[in-house]
């Protein structure tokens, strides 16, 4: 019995140390050694007792050295926020540049809208090119490495493109660069939020803070599909709306040079853990069933999403619907979405309840890609915005959920590479039912109306309503990060994913 005391007593200070840091309470195992050394209450021995004592003491001494850790949040995790936010904003802008404006800038270059139309989808596929180089960024350099990078391939981006339009006659491949180059940027900015959360929020507030970044993309979109319909209301001032958009993207790429690679300490014990290599990262998504699942109904609607706001002007503009009244239905789209995703983000923070709004939004996301195949034959504005308005509504209030959950179902995986595959896998998809949807398009001399989309509507409703099945069987095999469970109540599997369970749901630092 006394070399037992002896040992526990000998516990080394760094022992103890790691023992603090992993999150295991000091205090709580001292007293589990004590009681499983505990005599019967009929045999007393001074000599036990004092080694008590000892023992006792010298935890006591350990507590007043080596304090529980504080962990604490700081107010410039804010300035990284905004300036994550901005660069969303303008590369989805940069994105949709010439998409709200087809037929001008087709008339500007001297070519047709399905030409037009590449510049959206090379962009999306340019995003697939970058990801690997995404990944490995954010892994070796976080966030700050990944806006340095982006704001670089934006800011050459842009000027190649106004260098394209300002030439005599315009050119149309110089420009089809420049959007490369700047499709090659956004995957460093849409997949750095849940990475930057992670790393500067609390469980609180960090699919608010997801939500904040990731949604600021579309929003660009917002922007372009509202603005630039009036910045270029004829082809010869689709030259000047280029370079109003360069100007506003080369000032907005000046802040990232000023972020902090990281907070001074850790904000809670999730941020200060060190993520597997690479390779054992895409190990533990593959392996992941509840990860695909999820991957397989977000790369769908994501390239949904990308698709119908490249094409929604060449959808509704047969129907005699204005080039600015599609504008409106875009920005419906998209603004109605980011108000809902507002209300919902604070309460996924708060409630943690993550599959159970997964799997109702996923349906109404399918519902409404069915309804669209009818909007546009009504020729009345009021069928398409409302429905607009709704799959934004869905589809925004989904996506900083899906990103969130799909970093506590892959703890200890890093966040860069679960939120930057599933975002590859929508742009990718987007690019490809562009391409699809385009191909789907009646001629302009045929159809009724003439040009009219509506067999790629019915693709897109189609390819919506398959994806619904994943999301219906997300958690059935358990939470995925890590716990055996597979419970669908309030919380369920996901409350006991890794980093849930490391952070204590919220209730620590």
Same mark, same amino acid.
């Given at each position: ?9 000998? @516990? ?10 992993? /999150? ?55 300035? /990284? ?20 404006? *087809? ?61 394209? @339009? ?7 491949? *110089?420009?089809?660069? !420049? ?245 590859? !896998? ?79 749901? /919220?209730?620590?630092?």
């Amino acid at each position: 019995m006394r070399d037992s005391l002896s040992l526990t007593r000998r @516990t080394s200070k760094d022992e103890q140390e790691r023992l603090l840091t992993s /999150g295991v309470d000091w205090e709580e195992m001292v007293t589990v050694d004590e009681s499983s050394l505990a005599t019967p209450k009929d045999s007393t021995s001074p000599e036990i007792s004092a080694e008590h004592q000892d023992l006792d003491g010298a935890a006591q001494d350990h507590e007043e050295e080596n304090p529980p850790r504080a962990y604490r949040v700081y107010k410039r995790r804010w300035f /990284g926020l905004m300036q994550l936010v901005l660069m969303n904003i303008i590369v989805s802008w940069d994105w949709l540049s010439y998409s709200p404006v *087809a037929n001008t800038a087709a008339a500007y270059f001297s070519t047709t809208s399905s030409v037009i139309n590449w510049l959206s989808t090379a962009f999306l596929f340019a995003f697939v090119v970058a990801s690997p180089l995404t990944i490995y960024a954010l892994h070796r350099g976080g966030p700050r490495l990944a806006l340095i990078i982006s704001s670089l391939l934006i800011l050459v981006g842009n000027w190649i493109r106004y260098a394209g @339009t300002r030439a005599s006659p315009p050119s149309f491949p *110089a420009v089809m660069v !420049g959007q490369i180059l700047i499709g090659l940027a956004q995957p460093f900015v849409l997949s750095a939020p849940t990475h930057y959360s992670s790393l500067w929020f609390t469980p609180a507030g960090r699919v608010s803070a997801t939500a904040i970044a990731s949604l600021a993309n579309p929003f660009g979109g917002a922007l372009g599909q509202l603005i630039n319909p009036f910045l270029a209301t004829k082809p010869s001032e689709i030259h000047p709306m280029t370079l109003y958009i360069a100007l506003i993207s080369s000032f907005a790429t000046i802040p990232s040079l000023f972020i902090p690679a990281g907070p001074p300490t850790p904000v809670s014990a999730s941020s200060s853990h060190t993520p597997p290599p690479l390779r054992h990262t895409l190990h533990l998504l593959t392996r992941n069933k509840n990860y695909i699942l999820l991957f397989l109904p977000f790369a769908t609607y994501v390239g949904l999403f990308n698709a119908i706001s490249s094409l929604l002007t060449q959808i509704l503009t047969p129907y005699a619907f204005s080039e600015t009244e599609s504008g409106i239905a875009g920005a419906l789209l998209i603004l109605v979405g980011l108000v809902c995703a507002a209300i919902t983000s604070p309460w996924i923070d708060r409630s943690k309840r993550y599959l159970p709004l997964i799997r109702v939004l996923v349906p109404v996301i399918a519902t409404a890609y069915l309804a669209f195949i009818w909007a546009p034959g009504t020729r009345s504005p009021a069928a398409p915005y409302v429905i607009c308005a709704v799959l934004g509504a869905a589809s925004f209030s989904l996506v900083p959920v899906a990103l969130e959950w799909a970093v506590e179902i892959t703890w200890p995986a890093g966040p860069e590479a679960s939120s930057t595959l599933c975002w590859t !896998g929508g742009q990718l998809l987007g690019g490809v039912f562009i391409v699809i949807c385009d191909a789907l398009k009646e001629d302009d001399d045929q159809g009724d109306p003439k040009g009219n989309m509506a067999k790629g509507l019915v693709f897109m409703a189609v390819v919506a309503a398959g994806a619904v099945p994943c999301a219906l069987l997300l958690g059935r095999f358990g939470g995925g990060g890590g716990s055996s469970s597979s419970s669908d109540g309030a919380v369920g599997a996901e409350r006991r994913a890794g980093r849930l369970q490391v952070d204590g749901d /919220g209730n620590r630092g």
